[in-house]
């Protein structure tokens, strides 16, 4: 039967997770220090430029996360490949892509806040981000509606890919329409300059490194969970499945 | 999977079905909740439709059409939004479109003149005053309460508000700073690298 013989990860593959884990950790960590202690305050928000160390790395970490959901859900998609993996994968990725999204959206209402004088604002960024999170609620909602496995798989990557259209516009919005939020930092959809002085590029990029080994360890975790589901769904089936075939012989 | 014979019902559809594993799964969990353990397995809930070569190729003309619908609805939203969200005018555009913009209330966007900014204490509270600038053209703007933490001269702001009467003076009562993404210690001279050097 399905996934029975794949309930226990090889000893590799749990080395590989606990050697993650702790990478994660150390990263997010050195981040913090680096962060907090090292990196010196910015001519004009002064230490309010600390947050620049995690809030962009939690939009990254969005993004990365909806891409492989996207992703997978193609590949679930696609008559060759479809395989329950990838839809257990798109699962993973997507839920901890709105774990992550709702962070963006909270940690950038924070630094909203004495930056510009507002926790929130209807800028077209802001919008379209906030778009993302009830969108990617309802596709977390959508996997949960019951079915038989392939047809809400089926459906569910469907939905994820209709979802995955607002995130180049949420990329590009700054560049389409006038908005409060700056522009990106890393990762700028257009060519204009950008500076950011020594150790403060330093610990950005830590926190990009290390957000995306968090992504890495928790997707594993969560894709390893929905495993263990099905596997012990099946079994719970073979079990009543035995019993039924037990009673109709001793009729 | 597909000898639930005992109970005799014909599962030959079902178990033509192309490639459904883990099916029955549903079907067994609902029914046991039910409470009838006899009848538990003696019906999968869903049989699957076996498609015809006319209904395969109706079903795919419906995803084409929906994926069109999906793309058009898509671009509707676009040319839209890049129309319709404005979310500030700038000075210059502001004065320019004086006569409609009458006395509505919206974004003025523009960059806080050095030495035009001066605190007005009354009795209602703080105000502040100042002069906006952008491509060349100033607006006079008087803001109600405190402005935010990081307001300055020299910074880009957007100013919530409306044109007093018929001038073209600004009275606003929310300031939000813009910022630049780029980032910049302060005081560089006194930074000391990881490395242990100052620079």
């Known amino acids: 039967m399905r996934a029975s013989t794949r309930t226990v990860p090889s000893e590799r593959v749990a080395v590989a997770l606990r050697v993650l884990g702790v990478a994660s950790l150390v990263g997010v960590v050195a981040t913090v220090w680096?962060?907090?202690?090292?990196?010196?305050?910015?001519?004009?928000?002064?230490?309010?430029?600390?947050?620049?160390?995690?809030?962009?790395?939690?939009?990254?970490?969005?993004?990365?996360?909806?891409?492989?959901?996207?992703?997978?859900?193609?590949?679930?998609?696609?008559?060759?490949?479809r395989s329950e993996r990838f839809d257990r994968l798109a699962g993973a990725s997507g839920e901890v892509g709105v774990v992550f999204t709702g962070l963006t959206l909270v940690s950038g209402s924070i630094w909203g806040r004495p930056t510009w004088g507002v926790w929130w604002v209807w800028d077209p960024l802001l919008t379209t981000t906030a778009l993302l999170f009830v969108l990617y609620l309802g596709y977390l909602a959508l996997r949960r509606v019951p079915g038989e496995f392939h047809v809400r798989a089926r459906r569910s990557a469907i939905g994820a890919l209709i979802?995955?259209?607002?995130?180049?516009?949420?990329?590009?919005?700054?560049?389409?329409?006038?908005?409060?939020?700056?522009?990106?930092?890393?990762?700028?959809?257009?060519?204009?300059?950008?500076?950011?002085?020594?150790?403060?590029?330093?610990?950005?990029?830590?926190?990009?490194?290390?957000?995306?080994?968090?992504?890495t360890w928790l997707v594993a975790h969560r894709y390893r969970l929905a495993e263990l589901q099905d596997a012990q769904d099946t079994e719970g089936l073979e079990i009543a499945l035995a019993e039924r075939r037990a009673e109709a012989v001793g009729r | 999977m597909s000898d639930i014979g005992p109970t005799g019902v014909t599962t030959a559809d079902s178990a033509t079905g192309p490639g459904r594993p883990g099916s029955s799964r549903d079907g067994f969990e609902d029914e046991s909740a039910s409470g009838e353990a006899g009848t538990a397995l003696s019906?999968?809930?869903?049989?699957?439709?076996?498609?015809?070569?006319?209904?395969?190729?109706?079903?795919?003309?419906?995803?084409?059409?929906?994926?069109?619908?999906?793309?058009?609805?898509?671009?509707?939203?676009?040319?839209?939004?890049?129309?319709?969200?404005?979310?500030?005018?700038?000075?210059?555009?502001?004065?320019?479109?004086?006569?409609?913009?009458?006395?509505?209330?919206?974004?003025?966007?523009?960059?806080?003149?050095?030495?035009?900014?001066?605190?007005?204490?009354?009795?209602?509270?703080?105000?502040?005053?100042?002069?906006?600038?952008?491509?060349?053209?100033?607006?006079a703007v008087t803001n109600t309460g405190s402005p935010p933490q990081l307001f300055q001269p020299g910074i880009p702001v957007i100013v919530v508000g409306h044109f007093v009467g018929a001038s073209d003076r600004f009275a606003s009562d929310q300031i939000l700073v813009k910022h630049s993404n780029s980032y910049i210690a302060a005081h560089p001279n006194r930074v000391r690298a990881l490395n242990g050097t100052k620079r």
């Open chain 2, 43 to 139: 019906a999968p809930r869903r049989i699957p439709r076996i498609l015809s070569p006319e209904q395969r190729r109706q079903r795919r003309r419906l995803e084409v059409a929906g994926v069109v619908i999906v793309a058009a609805i898509g671009f509707l939203v676009f040319k839209g939004l890049t129309s319709a969200i404005v979310f500030f005018k700038t000075a210059n555009e502001a004065v320019a479109q004086r006569a409609t913009l009458g006395n509505s209330t919206f974004q003025l966007e523009g960059m806080v003149l050095p030495g035009t900014v001066h605190l007005i204490r009354e009795s209602s509270g703080t105000t502040v005053g100042f002069v906006v600038e952008s491509s060349g053209v100033k607006v």
């Open chain 1, 34 to 81: 680096l962060g907090l202690f090292v990196t010196p305050p910015d001519e004009f928000m002064g230490n309010l430029v600390r947050l620049l160390y995690v809030h962009p790395p939690m939009a990254w970490v969005a993004f990365l996360a909806y891409g492989v959901a996207s992703l997978a859900s193609l590949l679930y998609l696609w008559p060759r490949t």
């Open chain 1, 163 to 215: 979802a995955f259209i607002d995130v180049p516009i949420v990329y590009l919005s700054v560049e389409w329409w006038r908005s409060l939020h700056q522009a990106p930092t890393v990762l700028n959809p257009t060519t204009h300059k950008t500076y950011v002085h020594g150790s403060m590029a330093w610990t950005l990029l830590l926190g990009f490194v290390s957000f995306t080994l968090v992504y």
